[in-house]
């Protein structure tokens, strides 16, 4: 009852944008619930019997993550661990076939990556093909569509490919509950921009009953708190100062081109940052765990660390599904800085169907290579917890965070050519004009008082559960919520970032 | 869940409770101030104001025609209702108003400009109004922000974040902090500028000329409003302020949007004055920028007006 009234809750969310694009999402569920089934496990004569790890779970409701260590994968994603039970085809041994398995598993993943090529980069490879064949010295008339992007849909199908691909590589056993695995697919809050949940920490939250927790229901609320503080105070404040600077770079002082490039760094920050954290608090109030996606990643010592500390639900899902199955870094060298590029340059273009993102992907993977190369790709894996950090670490962040600025401009900008034109008017356009932008004091504090929070919460979810005495913490959340209308911007509805992935 | 719920509750009274109070400290104090014509808006809404002569129009009107010259001139009283950045719309509904909070006036002199009837989104600067959101002829001037989503506005606090500074202004003003800001007298702003030089750039980018549009809707529908008012013992004068001549000649259509006026006035029988070419609008000294009058400007314009022009009229 609880799954079917979030699922409807959920259906009606999205389609409140556009009722139309409702079909997608159910057929992408519908495909995977499918072919999760057929790839699943069943005794020979039909009804499923679950083993491994589903001993809590009634057999209908099937699954569960078997736990797999990723040292049992083999490099072309196969779980080396024998598989139990089998659904669907069956072979006389009581499995489905491997060929079978192959087979709804290419089932699942054209569906799903056919819906996102022809909805998000149809346009851009007629485009590139044009462009192309014009290079080459013919005329070309190709006509793109006019064609929306369904929103979510990169988030959404590339949350119901874990699930197939977990159940093919029998990590999961798939689950015999419809309406379970459609609610895991449109589960609201984080249905338009993530997190992107694995089936095996999502899905079996579904089988239990949900009851309210005081605790979770708390930490619901603070995340929901410094989420909007952070969209609206700092990200669509960031915005005002950002949008004319990016749109007037020609123009722009050098000063005013670093300084955008650097509120801008702190304004997708704040935006998609406050998404999850709003999207994971939400979550909390029914009931449910959503995985932590940002953890402080402007205080990263290296690119490294970086992306372990940024989008980790979409770092971790290419470095599972993507790079360990290329080999990961247990291959030749030559062969891992192909992954790795790969990887980046597949994670640039999730982002969208623009080569600034792949040139965005592109420069992360340069900026890893050779950290990698060096053997310091995992040098800050373990976090100290001192408040005040050494000088060394303080010059670490600092290069880091230009670093990413640098390439943030490429993510902004609409094409490659106005991404250089802005660089290279950082270096080359008068540093102060006598006429410059500059932001307003609103804006100065809010950043200070930011930064300043968000190291002292760093290495937890956020900085209100640091708060213990009550006499701080309950003043904190009142203010927090009245700096929020204080210095929030209301003029205008500004969606979040991630909402056009 | 009910402990959960009991301090959901509290946290939100205390909340919403600050919200308001801090709202109403910023509002106290904004209206006192003279950002904008924020003070005139308070004066207009408080009521009580007794003029015979009333100034319509847009900046042309909030800094050509001064009240104190006006006053000295007629014995009449006189308030100027200028708006800063408008076109007819947004005065008609500055006009109406007024006249639901104050008496009637004897005279309107309506300061039309060649671009007065042209349809546009959105009021100009319209944070002046915020302080009075709760009056429903305000919210229908901002209606006129077509594109805006006005429902923030009911957002305590959160209504005045198109401009933080109000915020700032309104509760520094509350705790006796002043401001330097050009004060009003009786809804006029004098404007003790230097020609500004930025017409040459201007017309620069402009060399082609542009033309003014003026909707026949508009237009139609404040011949109406003349008619009304003049059915109500309103007399009504329209006047074109001057305009510094090069800047006149940029608009291409200016003869033919005078003409217009003059036609119509006639036909509605309303008084009309033109000073588009009147002496004093060759001389950038008289201005301070292509289309407004500086304070030396004003009383050589004033003088003419009134002991001229306004005197055969009225008297």
């Known amino acids: ?501 | 869940m009910n402990e959960f719920l009991v301090k959901l509750f509290i946290f939100s009274t205390i909340f919403i409770g600050l919200c308001y109070g801090v709202d109403y400290l910023i509002e106290k104090g904004i209206k006192t101030s003279s950002y904008r014509e924020i003070s005139k808006w308070s004066e207009v809404i408080e009521g009580g104001i007794d003029a015979d002569i009333l100034i319509v129009g847009s900046s042309r009107a909030l800094v050509h025609f001064d009240p104190r010259i006006i006053e000295n001139n007629t014995g009449f009283t006189c308030y100027n209702l200028g708006l800063d950045g408008s076109k007819y719309e947004s005065q008609k509904k500055v006009l109406n108003l007024y006249l639901e909070h104050n008496k009637e006036p004897k005279i309107v002199i309506w300061s039309l400009d060649l671009g007065s009837f042209q349809s546009i989104e959105g009021v100009y600067r319209y944070e002046q109004f915020l302080p009075f959101w709760d009056e429903k002829m305000v919210k229908s001037i901002l209606k006129l922000n077509k594109n805006q989503d006005q429902d923030y506005l009911n957002i305590p606090i959160a209504k005045y974040s198109n401009n933080p500074y109000l915020k700032y202004r309104g509760l520094l003003k509350k705790v006796g902090v002043n401001f330097s800001e050009p004060n009003l007298y009786k809804g006029y702003r004098e404007s003790n500028f230097r020609w500004d030089n930025n017409f040459e750039k201007f017309s620069q980018e402009n060399a082609e000329g542009i033309s003014e549009i003026v909707s026949e809707p508009l237009f139609g529908d404040f011949q109406d409003l003349c008619l009304i008012l003049k059915a109500r013992d309103i007399d009504i004068h329209w006047v074109v302020a001057p305009y510094y001549q090069e800047a006149l000649k940029l608009i291409v259509n200016s003869d033919e949007i005078i003409q217009k006026y003059r036609d119509v006035s006639n036909r509605i029988d309303v008084e009309f004055q033109d000073y588009t070419s009147n002496p004093l609008s060759y001389e950038t000294g008289n201005f301070y920028n292509g289309s407004h009058l500086n304070s030396r400007g004003v009383k050589k314009f004033m003088e003419v007006y009134f002991n001229h022009s306004f005197k055969i009229c009225v008297f």
């Open chain 1, 1 to 501: 009852m609880q799954n079917a009234f979030l699922l409807l809750s959920s259906y009606v969310f999205y389609g409140w944008w556009d009722w139309r694009f409702l079909g997608l999402i159910i057929a992408s569920s519908a495909v995977d619930y499918w072919c999760g089934i057929k790839m699943g496990t069943v005794t020979p004569s039909g009804p499923v019997t679950s083993t491994i790890g589903t001993s809590h779970l009634d057999d209908r409701r099937g699954l569960i993550h078997h736990g797999t260590p990723l040292d049992k994968i083999s490099p072309d994603g196969r779980n080396e661990l024998p598989i139990t039970s089998t659904t669907g085809e069956v072979s006389p041994s009581g499995q489905v076939s491997p060929s079978n398995r192959k087979l709804y598993l290419s089932i699942s993943l054209v569906f799903n990556l056919g819906l996102l090529a022809f909805f998000k980069y149809f346009n851009f490879f007629i485009d590139s093909a044009a462009d192309l064949i014009e290079t080459l010295g013919f005329q070309a008339h190709i006509s793109t569509l006019n064609l929306i992007l369904p929103v979510g849909i990169s988030f959404y199908t590339f949350q119901t490919l874990s699930y197939s691909i977990d159940v093919y590589r029998g990590n999961l056993k798939p689950t015999q509950d419809p309406i379970a695995f459609f609610t895991f697919v449109a589960f609201f809050p984080q249905l338009v921009a993530g997190p992107i949940e694995r089936a095996s920490n999502l899905l079996p939250q579904f089988f239990r009953k949900r009851e309210f927790q005081y605790q979770q229901g708390s930490d619901g609320m603070k995340l929901i708190l410094w989420g909007l503080f952070k969209k609206m105070v700092i990200a669509d404040n960031c915005a005002l100062v950002v949008n004319p600077i990016f749109a007037n770079y020609q123009t722009a002082s050098g000063l005013e081109l670093i300084m955008g490039a650097i509120l801008f760094a702190f304004q997708i920050y704040g935006d998609f940052s406050g998404y999850s954290d709003i999207a994971i608090g939400v979550a909390k109030l029914f009931g449910f765990e959503l995985m932590t996606n940002f953890r402080t990643p402007y205080f990263s010592r290296d690119i490294a660390e970086f992306w372990r500390r940024w989008h980790i639900s979409l770092s971790t899902w290419f470095r599972d599904y993507v790079y360990i199955p290329l080999g990961g870094s247990r291959v030749s060298k030559a062969k891992a800085i192909r992954n790795i590029f790969i990887v980046f340059l597949v994670s640039g273009f999730w982002h969208g169907a623009n080569w600034t993102f792949v040139f965005w992907g592109a420069i992360h993977a340069a900026l890893f290579i050779p950290i990698f190369l060096v053997g310091k790709n995992r040098a800050h894996l373990h976090e100290g917890e001192q408040l005040i950090p050494s000088l060394k670490e303080v010059f670490q962040i600092i290069l880091t965070f230009s670093l990413v600025c640098v390439a943030w401009v490429f993510f902004r900008s609409d094409t490659v050519g106005e991404a250089w034109g802005y660089l290279n008017g950082m270096v080359s356009n008068s540093l102060l004009p006598e006429n410059y932008l500059w932001f307003g004091y609103d804006l100065r504090i809010a950043l200070i008082l930011f930064l300043i929070l968000e190291w002292i919460g760093r290495y937890e979810s956020n900085w209100m559960v640091r708060l213990q005495h009550k006499w701080f913490r309950y003043p904190a959340y009142v203010f927090t919520a009245f700096l929020i209308v204080f210095w929030g911007v209301f003029t205008e509805a500004k969606e979040f970032i991630y909402f056009q992935f």
